[in-house]
Every structure is written in C-alpha cells, then in structure tokens.
C-alpha cells in the first residue's frame, strides 16, 4: 500500500503522485500513521497513556531534509514535523521533579531527594526508598525497589526489581495516593 | 493616502534542496524554503522598493549571496529617491557580496542576480543585474524592463540553460558591475512584476501575461506559482507582484 501523504500545512491528504498542496504550496509529507499527532507542547495530565509524538528516523519522508528526517526537539521549522520531544520529567502534585541522564531518583520517604515533600501523615504507605527513576536522555523508567505497597504505571502494578518503560503522559503511582506524570517539561 | 499593494512569493520549486532566492519588500526579507504568499500593503508617501534576488544555482552558497545582497540594498532603501541612489546600493550590494566571500574559502565565486523596483511618487526606477525580471503590465500588455545579462537564446530555442554574463559577487576575483537602469513615469493601477528566472524559464511571456492580469493578486501570484510547479519548477521561483495606488484607504 502506498504511503497516505498529507500537507504539513494545512493537514489535507494529499492524493498519490500529486507533488504539493495545491492551497498552501508545500510539499507533501508521510501522513502519521493511527494516531493523530498531538502537539507537542501538551498539558500532560489531559491526554493519560497517549502516544508521545515520537518521530522515528527519516520521519518526513523528505529526500532533501535539513535534518535527514529527524527533526531537532523544537520541530521541523520546513515540514512541520514536531520535534522527539525528552519526556524526563515527574511531574508531582506539588511541582515537577526532573531527572538527569547521571543523576536517578530515588522516590521514598528517606534517602531520596524529595523525602521532604512526602509527608508521613499523608503519604504514610510510600516506603523509605520505594522506587528508583531512571533517565537515558529521552526517556524514563521506574525500578520499583521491593516497596511494601507497590508501584503503579497507570494503575497496573509493576514488577519488583525490574525497569519498566515510561511514556510521556503515564501516570506513575507510588502506594496509594503519591502519584506523578510523565512529561517533557524542564522546570 | 496613496498604497501600494504588493504580494510576495517565494519557492525551492520541485527539484532543488534549498531556496537560494531572496525577495525583500519594504524591508521585510523573505527567509522560508516553501513560502506562501504574502500579501503587503505600503504607503507609497516614501519609496518603496521591492526587489528579487537569485542566488548562484548550483552553487552552495547562492542563498547567503542573495540575502547579504537583498540586506545591503534593503538597508540603503530609505535614501532611493533617484536611480544614482539604487545604482550605488546595488554596487554597494556587490561589494558586500565578495566581503562576505573573503570569510570562508568555500564561499569563493557565490553570486546573485538581482532586480529592484522603485517606486517613488509617480516615478519608478527598476535597477538590475543578471537574469532576474521585472515586467510592467499596463493597459492588459506585459513589458519587460529590466534588461537581462544573458545573451539572447537563438531562435525558438528556450533559456533553460541560462548563461548570465554578469551577477553580484559570482567570481573568485572582486570585478566591478554595470548595473541595468531603466526610469519612467508610474500610473495608478500599474502592476509590476519582479521574478527570478524560475518563472521566466518555465512559462511562456503570453502565459505570464494572462495569469499576472488577474483581478485579485494574491490570485494571481497563486496562479504564477501554481503554474510554474506544474511546469516542473526546475529552479527556485519568487514573484513579486506591486500593484500601484489603485483605491484609496
């Protein structure tokens, strides 16, 4: 089947063989397969377990790309193409907390970086090291750290002592109550 | 208050990776690779200068020569009261075209075609160098007025192959250009059309001149447009279409 190609102007598809959109003049770019591309400055808690819009290598499709088909983070400024935005941030109740490439997080009651902001009276089942929050650059995973209560991405609890991949917008649960998002933000 | 209502374009066409041409009206300098039309309206009280500049095809670096050019002369724009002024802005525009060329070894022989229009009062002054165009429609006729430095393609034979025998910059040595003048008187509804040679060579003058006659000009800026990428598009295009005074706002 051929590629379904799509003005990155005006988003109309574009027939096969036709070689710009005939309102906006602009060439014609591979239409993002199922899911609709959401922008990528997104309120996070708005769109739960969405798929973040990654753009895998030579995403547009554009044989003469500036950016040989990966746009740079802040989007393509020629075809559209929104930019692999770095989803390394947790956004908690009281802030986001971003995590560093070198530097994991450690979510719990002692020992950890935020332990000051989980108060015992309120987040009392949350363990003195409950998970452990990992970052490669662009993406985070959550190790949980033999915690009493669990971990939880989107309310499906993860398996002890292994890493688990998060996307932007899952929703990761520590115990019952201390929740954060993932999100792409950096402050 | 008299205006004139100018409508912009500029294209990397279907064949070429970058846009190496430059349009500039009234100091706003175009900077996209698939423009759309843009659609400008001036108060003609000062001059107001439009101008194409066409980089080097082929040449890495034709699109900084066409900007560093269209910079030089848009910066000098204010003081073109008279063709003297736009000659030595268009001078001024070469020599910073082979300044910019001194910086980077792979710079060396970067050039540009330029055509600028004028339009002062009820005079106008079209200055160019190289292939780039400016025509006058009037009455419903198209009449070239820039003159081309190119030499004539022989009989039924088209210029898609053009040998420009002088550009700004374009040459390893610094050489000195002679550029085109032409002067006349400016009548309300005149309509100027200024395009590098992508246009030029895709359509033929009767087509250029039937689709540039359209009422609406952002109309018919699409239509040159649409017409040239349906030709092929072999080069970037920019059209430039300035029409002169017609209501008043």
Redesign the interface.
Known sequence: MAQQMMCP?CKADIPAGV??C?S????PVPKPAPEPVEPPAEVPAAAPASIPPAAGPSACGD??C?HDGRPPAAGCR?CGLPGRTAATTLRFEWGPVPVPPDRPLIVGREQSPIAGRIDAGQYGNVSRRHAEIRSDGTTLTVTDLDSMNGTFVNDERVPAGRATPLRTGDRVRFAARLEATVTGESA | MRCMDVVAVTHRGRERGHNEDTVSVAGFQSGVVEGQPVRFTVDSVRPVTCLVADGLGGHAEGGRASRVAAATIGDAAPLFHDSAAVVKAVRAANDAVYEEMAHHRAWTGMGSAIVVLVVAGDRMICVNVGDSRCFLLRDGHLVQLSTDDSPAPEAGQATIATVVTQTLGGRSDRGEVEPHVHESEVRPGDRFLLCSDGLTDELAPEHIEELAREADPVAAVEGLLRATLDAGAHDNVSIVLATVGVEDR
């Open positions: 102007g070689q710009y005939s906006c003049f602009l060439t044989p003469d500036v020629h």
